[in-house]
């Protein structure tokens, strides 16, 4: 689908935000100052309370009135970041979708930029770090899952991408219309196929209050996506049984000619393994077996949850501007 010389006026900017009243002022300021610099483009900002519990909704009242265009999305309790970023989406009127964190590590001033880009034709416009900020072992965790996730999905998703990117309305329709529930939107968006370019920044720190993201959070969020586009694991899983049976096979064998060479007088001194050995032996065994039943365990929990298809979030209220109530 060609997107030239479409109507490419409004920009649907969907923020989730948990528990975030101490950036709620910044981030609109900020969202405000980056659209009043768009001449030919409108900002319709869509922000979902995702159950928080904090001051953030009383905030967001408070302040979103200040823009222009803006929709507040409520959420009836904490569903997590996917299913609030899906609400969004299932909100947004734009000609393009932009996904964008709300602790502006992910600074709202690149949003031009994928506009630009958006506008010579491409479908697809995702934001991917230069550099980031967290240092020591976060740092390595992230940098191993860019890595590991890149390879386990052939490539298709750029690496060191998150959710901050645009898609246009095709892109943004397609998603829509997908059933399933358990959703990974940074390679959900690049699924289709269409057109795709990247735009590269610099992560910031974060900009007020501590992560929401815990690492037992950040491990789930990763095998989420692993398990949600790659069957990888699976594959692994049987090529480990394979190598593990070829080489038991073979220690197998020479076990059994040491023992014909000893009948024969040869090797009479041959060393029984000890109980040390076979322990270590079935212990190793065990913890594979285990591995492998948790990997296809999670894989059939998924379908699982797919197959009661139960609603990704639950909508508590919905609040806009008047140019929104004027559309309804």
Not at 14 to 26: A, F, Q
Not at 31 to 48: D, K, N, T, W, Y
Not at 215 to 223: D, E, I, K, S, T
Not at 286 to 299: D, E, K, P, T
Request: proline share 4%; with cysteine; glycine share 10%.
């Amino acid at each position: 689908m060609d997107i030239a010389g479409k109507n490419m006026g409004l920009i649907s900017v969907v923020i989730p935000l948990y528990n975030e009243e101490d950036l709620v002022g910044e981030l609109l300021r900020r969202l405000q100052a980056m659209s009043s610099g768009l001449s030919e483009h409108a900002i319709e900002l869509i922000i979902v309370n995702d159950g928080s519990v904090d001051g953030t909704g009383v905030e967001l009242e408070k302040t979103l009135p200040g823009f222009p265009r803006w929709k507040l999305v409520t959420l009836a309790r904490n569903f997590g970041l996917q299913p609030a970023y899906k609400a969004g989406l299932d909100q947004a009127t734009g000609d393009a979708v932009i996904f964008m964190d709300g602790d502006l590590q992910d600074p709202p001033e690149v949003i031009p930029e994928l506009i630009g880009e958006w506008s010579k034709g491409n479908h697809v416009v995702v934001a991917c770090r230069d550099s980031r900020k967290e240092r020591g072992f976060r740092r390595l965790c992230f940098d191993a899952f860019h890595r590991l996730f890149y390879w386990l999905t052939e490539g298709f998703v750029p690496q060191n991408s998150g959710m901050f990117g645009l898609m246009d309305r095709a892109v943004a329709d397609h998603l829509k219309s997908l059933p399933e529930c358990n959703l990974f939107f940074p390679a959900l968006r690049c699924w289709p196929g269409f057109t795709q370019s990247v735009v590269t920044y610099n992560r910031d720190e974060r900009y007020a209050g501590d992560t929401k993201q815990s690492f037992g959070r950040l491990f789930r969020y990763a095998w989420d996506g692993i398990t949600s586009f790659s069957d990888k694991p699976l594959q692994m899983i049987t090529l480990m049984g394979v190598v593990i049976s070829l080489a038991s096979f073979s220690i197998g064998l020479v076990l059994i000619l040491f023992r014909l060479l000893q009948l024969f007088g040869w090797f009479s001194e041959l060393a029984v393994m000890g109980y040390t050995s076979m322990i270590l032996a079935i212990l190793f065994m065990g913890g594979l077996q285990m591995i492998a039943l948790g990997v296809i365990g999670n894989y059939m929990s998924r379908i699982y949850q797919e197959v009661k298809q139960r609603p990704a979030y639950i909508l508590s209220h919905l609040k806009g501007s008047k140019q929104d109530d004027d559309n309804e």
